[in-house]
């Protein structure tokens, strides 16, 4: 895939490019439902009241159709930087424009403690350190006290180095385990134990009929699971 990944923004180039790749971001099927639906049962949203989820870095949207199509949320939101990434999702979901937003999740508009469920996945590798720093408390800020956090990222662990996870020119931020972990405690985003427990033994998976779970069919992904104090 890295011969293949040139762009360096997130517009028109980087979707084609990913799309000849085998990654289309307007692709939503078993993969996505199944996917949503294990981060909600992992989060436990059913015991919330009137949950409500924020994609951080949605892209085009198929995530958070999954999310949406859970049934379980009163209310589903997705924040992309990019115009393009945003107008196809519209287009093709259907989101209205409160539910899929174009604008920079360092700063969005949303309230203070509004989600019970903060979710992104493979996009804070791609938003400068300097950035990444002011985006994480911005996340904590809009989740509820006791609500959750599942974070997805490429992360350097215990005998790796940051070159196997940059494959995509926009990998700006590849960082060890530690350094988000820190930045996660600091902004008052601590460790469920018993979220990842259920995300560990989850048995959905990507694939119908296929035995392997998300933990076991991806174990190049580094996932938080986060509740707020």
């Not at 979901?93 to 989600?115: H, Q």
């Not at 791609?126 to 911005?138: F, Q, R």
């Amino acid at each position: 895939m890295q011969s293949k990944l040139r762009s360096r923004d997130f517009e028109a180039a980087y979707y084609e490019e990913h799309k000849a790749a085998g990654l289309d971001y307007l692709g939503h099927g078993y993969w996505q439902q199944s996917y949503a639906r294990m981060v909600a049962d992992a989060t436990f949203q059913e015991s919330y009241e009137r949950p409500v989820v924020f994609d951080a870095g949605c892209a085009c949207g198929s995530i958070l159709k999954g999310f949406k199509d859970t049934g379980i949320f009163a209310r589903v939101h997705g924040m992309d930087l990019s115009a393009h990434m945003v107008g196809l999702g519209r287009a093709h979901f259907g989101f209205s424009e409160s539910e899929m937003m174009v604008g920079s999740i360092e700063r969005t508009s949303l309230p203070d403690a509004c989600a019970t469920l903060v979710h992104s996945a493979h996009v804070l590798e791609h938003i400068p350190a300097a950035i990444a720093e002011s985006v994480v408390p911005e996340l904590a800020r809009i989740l509820r006290p006791g609500g959750r956090a599942f974070l997805c990222m490429p992360a350097v662990r215990h005998g790796e180095t940051s070159s196997q996870y940059q494959r995509d020119p926009t990998h700006v931020n590849i960082q060890p385990v530690a350094y988000w972990t820190r930045l996660f405690q600091g902004s008052g985003l601590l460790f469920d134990v018993e979220a990842y427990n259920r995300f560990v033994r989850s048995p959905a998976g990507p694939s119908k009929g296929e035995q392997r779970s998300f933990f076991e069919a991806y174990p190049r992904w580094s996932v938080w699971t986060l509740m707020k104090a």
